[in-house]
């Protein structure tokens, strides 16, 4: 299965599990007159889907909820994750967010409960 469908799949995943994704489309373009523009979040590096999971957090606060980033970089199951892929998979778990690697639904749903 190519890495589209496989995140399509995870997509629908994800959104049962209650979490609100989106596609992070990361690139590059040269202007007509030779500028490069990069776009996407956290270009280089920024994950396939980003978004959030909406979660309930201390006692004092019971029912209130908090939206925790979330950031899922899709592969298939031989593709490799760059080095920047993951820095910003790092950088979202250690500031307290999801994140992570899903070759399938299952692995995605998985991020969510780390």
């Known amino acids: 299965m190519k890495e589209g ?7 629908l995943a ?3 599990a ?3 994704m989106f596609r992070n489309q990361v690139g590059a373009t040269h202007t007509p007159d030779g500028r490069l523009i990069r776009y996407g979040v956290c270009n280089p590096g920024g994950s396939d889907l980003i978004g959030f999971k909406s979660v309930e957090i201390t006692p004092d606060m019971v029912g209130r909820k908090v939206a925790v980033f979330t950031a899922v970089e899709v592969k298939t199951p031989t593709g490799k994750p760059t080095a920047d892929q993951l820095h910003f998979i790092t950088t979202v778990l250690r500031a ?9 639904p ?3 749903v998985e991020i969510l409960s780390k």
């Open 96 to 104: 307290g967010g999801f994140a992570g690697i899903a070759r399938s």
């Open 106 to 108: 299952d692995e995605a």
């Open 14 to 16: 994800l959104s049962d």
């Open 18 to 20: 209650g979490a609100v």
């Open 5 to 11: 469908a496989i995140q399509q799949h995870i997509r």
